[in-house]
């Protein structure tokens, strides 16, 4: 069935399966959810479901276009965070009045429809009160509070509700790839909200990036301005990146990747070039480029590669790292 990849809300969905079976779908409904719960996608789905002319089987022609958000007769207006205005509406208007294009019905589904204007709402309660006979109207948004009574009225209100930890769990264990662990970690302050979780994970996979790219800047630096002693104890940091590689289902050879792309940056920047991968870290590139001649750095860049491929074939990551470091300093230092 078509609402099969939303998690939870079981009764809504069974009965909108009941109604979309005996085709008594109402024509202008609101979709009410907190903020991440997913109205607008429940908004999408419930669109494919009344286009569907076997109830919402999730399967057929008409439905897999929905899923995949390219059915010609499914109109989304999404204007996020900004105002709706009198102009999106009317836009809107002027195409409700021509025949769909595959089938008997169009839908046309408002995300975050609390934010229309008053305008936008009188304009749209134009709409509601004479639809032409083929067109649903979904309105999707947080809360009914900022719509007009008169709308109100027209729509017949559901709401979304979040959903239990476990399943936020799940839901990102098989869409996003994150770890059983990582996942309950997001799932427990995520309210059950899966939009919000999905936020959290975005975030945490930057910060995971940012703490990556830190530690390869720190290693050359660390290299160029710093004492052996210094590099050498860098073998811990190495130690925990492996850890934090492990939680978060990254590949732990992965950071040598990211070293050489720095590497390449710098010898870019040597030649008077501006760096490519990590232009935002300029200055301190810059730095590099100025300390390490083109030999050094084809050297460190071969001993980042053979590193990759030892750790790669599961050789002792901490041997890996204390041989890497030795080398790196001897083609620097040496
Ligand atoms: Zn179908």
Redo the contacts with the bound molecule.
């Keep these: 069935m078509?609402f099969d990849g939303f998690y939870g809300n079981d009764n809504l969905k069974r009965l909108l399966t009941e109604t979309l079976k005996n085709h008594t779908t109402p024509h202008a409904l609101l979709i009410e959810g907190e903020r991440g719960a997913g109205a607008g996608y429940f908004g999408e789905l419930l669109a494919?479901?009344i286009l569907?002319?076997?109830?919402?089987?999730?399967?057929?022609r008409?439905?897999r276009k929905a899923l995949k958000g390219i059915h010609p007769d499914i109109y989304v207006l999404d204007r996020g965070d900004e105002m709706i205005k009198v102009d999106d509406i009317r836009a809107l208007g002027a195409t409700a009045a021509v025949y769909p294009n595959d089938g008997e019905r169009k839908a046309y589904v408002i995300k975050h429809a609390d934010n229309m204007n008053k305008n936008a709402q009188n304009a749209l309660l134009k709409l509601l009160e004479e639809p032409p006979s083929f067109v649903s109207f979904i309105l999707c948004a947080e809360s009914r509070n900022k719509l007009l009574d008169t709308i109100l009225s027209r729509c017949v209100c559901l709401k979304v509700y979040p959903v239990s930890a476990d399943e936020v769990s799940d839901y990102l264990i098989k869409n996003t790839k994150t770890k059983p662990d990582a996942a309950a970690d997001i799932a427990a302050v995520s309210r059950g909200l899966i939009g919000r979780a999905l936020t959290l994970t975005d975030k945490r996979r930057r910060k995971r990036y940012d703490e990556r790219l830190e530690l390869c800047l720190e290693t050359l630096e660390t290299l160029c301005f710093k004492s052996e002693y210094a590099f050498l104890k860098l073998a811990k940091k190495f130690s925990d990146e492996r850890d934090r590689a492990k939680r978060e289902n990254e590949d732990p050879a992965s950071i040598f990747d990211m070293q050489k792309r720095l590497l390449s940056d710098v010898l870019h920047v040597s030649h008077g070039r501006s760096p490519e991968a990590f232009a935002f870290f300029g200055e301190r590139i810059e730095a590099l480029s100025a300390r390490l001649s083109g030999e050094e750095l084809a050297a460190l860049y071969d001993i980042c590669e053979d590193t990759k491929q030892l750790i790669f074939r599961n050789t002792n990551y901490n041997a890996c790292i204390n041989s890497f470091l030795v080398r790196a300093w001897e083609a620097v230092n040496g």
């Design positions: 078509i494919g479901g569907c002319e076997d109830g919402g089987c999730g399967v057929c008409s439905c």
